[in-house]
Each structure stands twice: as C-alpha cells, then as structure tokens.
C-alpha cells in the first residue's frame, strides 16, 4: 500500500499514476508469503514537499512499522511501535486483515487513557486521523468497498452495547474523544495471482479490477494536496524541527523495559512541545539576525547593533510565549529561561562575528605595535642624545620585544597556528591602547581646565 502511495507521490498525482501494467512495484521492501518483511519502523529516505492550493507547502513523510503480534514480537514491542507511530503521525492508518476484531481494539486502550489525561491538560483531542483501512474485505454484499461501507461498518463495530466488557466499552466510549476523525475504508482481496504467486513483483495486470479501482479511490483522498492532513499537536502545526524533538522525546520514555504510564507519556509531549517552541523561536532570532550582520554583509554599529539584538530578542521570547504549551506555567518556564540564556550565547557569537568585519579591529594590533615601535626608537634616541644611555639601553631592549611581538602575531595570523599566544599579543595590545587613552583623556582634561582658570 505505501508503494501505491510512494509512486503517487513521485508522479505528482497524475491521472495515470497507477502506472502501465507490467511495471514492477518498488519502494519499501516487500513480499508475498506467510513471515513479515517489515520490522521496527521504516521512514521513506525523501522528504515529499506538496504545494497546497492556497500556495502553503507542507512536507510529507511515510512512515511503515511491522504488523501487531508476530511470532517474533513481544506485546511491548507492538505497544511501542503502535505507541509511536500513532503520536507522531497525522494519518495514522490502522492495516487489518478481514475485519476488526475486539483485540484490535484493545491496542486502543493505552492510547484512550493518555488521550484522556491529555483532554485534561489542553481540552483539545491529542489524536488528529485514524483510518481502519480493512484488506481483503469479503462481505461487499453487507458493507460495500471503500469509504461509504467502511463507515457504515465501523459505526457498527464501534457501538457501545451493554453486553460488552466495561474495559471494552470504555475504549470505545474514548475514541471519538481522542481523535479528530475517524474513518473506514473497506479494501477488496488484491486477486490470487498476488496470493499464490511467488514471483509477484506487484505488476498491476496480475492485480483484480475491483483492487485497483478501490485503490484509485483511496490514495488521492489520502495524499491529494488539498486533503493532506498537517501534522498538530496542542493545535500548533509541527515543522520538521519539532517532529525530530517529539522523537528524540517518545523514544526515550520507550527505552525502559517497561510500558511507560500515559502520565509519562503526557509530559514528554510537554516536554518535546517545549522544545520544539524554543527551536521555532531560536530560528526566528537566527534568521532575523543573519538579515542584519551574517554572511557577507558589511560591519553594523555596536549601538545599532545592540538595538536590533534587543528587538529580535524581545520578538522570539514572544514567539515562544505566544506559542501554546504543555505542563503548566512552572514547566514552560524553565524552557523560556533555557531559550533566553541560548539566545544570549547567540548574541555573544554574533557580536564576535560582526568585530570580526571592522576593518580597525582586525589591524588594531599591528598598528598600536607599530606606534610603540616608533615611540620607543625615536624616545631611545632622545634619551641617547641627553646622555641617559642605560634609560635609553631599556628601550631598545623594548623596541626589540615589541618588534619581535610584530613578527611573531604576523607568523600566527598567516599560519593560523599558536592562537594562544595571538590572544595574548592582541590582549596586550589592548591594554597599552587603552591605557594610552586614559593619559591622553586625562591630559586633555587638565589643558581644558587650565584654560578656563586663565580666563
């Protein structure tokens, strides 16, 4: 099924994207035959970028995991998989051979209970899309193929009765309150040259009639760009950045060799929601400040730089304020202090970045070394004339450090080596200009003053 929807994709929805006859059926490994082929969860290597009608794009990722209770899987590892997949998709199709039975529903549960808790926390359904998509369906007589009989079946399956198990009835009392929508589609058997046949490669002339136009049904209502469901949780709209920190999150409370309880489940949801809201607002400040001084753009101004900074920081805390979060004020507030202390690393970067273009920066050091030169041969030759030669003695000797300072800080900048020692140089540097400063501001200070006394 997900190769179907893989060469829809790639032939962007054309009226013949079924393609010819006897072409072969390639994407995610598959067979035919009685052990399965898939384990864990497999992700399609493409990103898929879809254009909306309204112009937005939205990207669209397939996701494959192995059937529920093989002989190889324990109930933990299809509870995980299920776990994970449901929560970070916004379509999750539920694949079931021939009807949908009562464990089928039964998986459900962990899911109703954390949909509960989350009903509490956000008063919003945790769960977008699930779609019971019933293969080889072999009572078209009762409930007719596709969507329509699909509907009309599941509202029957799941109707509440007094004769069921209250565990069973409660599940399906949750449902219709965890997802946003619910469906049914009721697929026929594919034929039995596809069943019986070992060297089936998925070529359409050995797949039944009724099988591919059921399947033209479904596809282009799944994947179709107006259709296309936009992966939410907590009502904001997931990016690919934030999809990877609900990963890295659901896979971690995974790891134990226990079931984690829906509570478990709930904060690290909060937690990846936060994280997600952080990396949105981190992104905005990045990009806004690349627009000011990254790159190739001239040097900017400390001062109207710093303003900027001010401004951009002040928009990305609201980014991230105005963004709605899991886990209480307590809990999105150590994310907003996480945000503000990275941002300001940001800024520390970017500030270096931008003294890195200032062309008197970057020859500071030579030049203050250079005037130190100067000063110190032509204060040697008075000294010498005066007759102070051991004053003078010393200042050659510290003509002759000072220049060897020079060699050595042009050595290290061409090589790129010993930048320890180039530190040092160019903080010794500093120190003697702003000393230098000081006595200059100083002096003019008292020439000032005296003029105005004689006055």
Known sequence: MLDFMIRYMYRKGKEDWLGKDDEPLTGFSWRGGSEPETTGIQLWSEVFLVQKSDGTEVAVVLMDTQGAFDDQSTVRDCATIFALSTMTSSVQIYNLSQNIQEDDLQQLQLFTEYGRLALDEIFLKPFQSLMFLVRDWSFPYEYPYGFKGGSDFLDKRLQVKEAQHEELQTVREHIHSCFNKISCFLLPHPGLKV?????????????????????????????????????????????????????????????????????????????????????????????????????????????????????????????????????????????????????????????????????????????????????????????????????????????????????????????????????????????????????????????????????
């Open 195 to 455: 069943a019986t046949s070992p060297a089936f490669k998925g070529q359409l002339c050995d797949v039944a009639a009724e099988f591919k136009e059921q399947l033209q049904s479904l596809i282009p209502k799944l994947l179709h760009p107006d259709r296309l469901a936009e992966k939410e949780i907590n009502g904001n709209k997931v990016t690919c950045r934030g999809l990877l920190e609900f990963f890295k999150a659901y896979i971690k409370i995974y790891q134990g060799e226990d079931l984690p309880q829906p509570k478990t489940m709930l904060m690290a949801t909060a937690e990846a929601n936060n994280l997600a809201a952080v990396a949105t607002a981190k992104d905005q400040y990045y990009k806004n400040m690349e627009k000011m001084c990254g790159g190739d753009l001239p040097y900017v101004a400390p001062q109207s730089l710093e303003e900027k900074h001010q401004f951009f920081y002040r928009e990305a805390l609201h980014c991230f304020s105005s963004t709605k979060k899991m886990g209480g004020q307590e809990f999105c507030d150590r994310y907003q202090a996480q945000l503000e202390s990275e941002l300001e690393e940001m800024w520390e970067s970017f500030t270096k970045h931008n003294e890195s273009k200032n062309l008197f920066s970057a020859f500071r050091t030579p030049a203050v070394l250079f005037v130190l030169v100067c000063f110190l041969y032509v204060l040697s030759g008075v000294l010498l004339f005066t007759g102070l030669s051991t004053f003078a003695l010393v200042c050659d000797c510290s003509l002759g450090v000072v220049m060897m300072s020079m060699l050595i800080w042009a050595f290290i900048r061409y090589s790129g080596r010993y930048r320890t020692v180039g530190g040092a140089i160019d903080q010794a540097a500093g120190v003697v200009l702003e000393q230098a400063t000081v006595v200059l501001n100083k002096s003019r200070g008292t020439s000032t003053s005296d003029q105005k006394k004689s006055s």
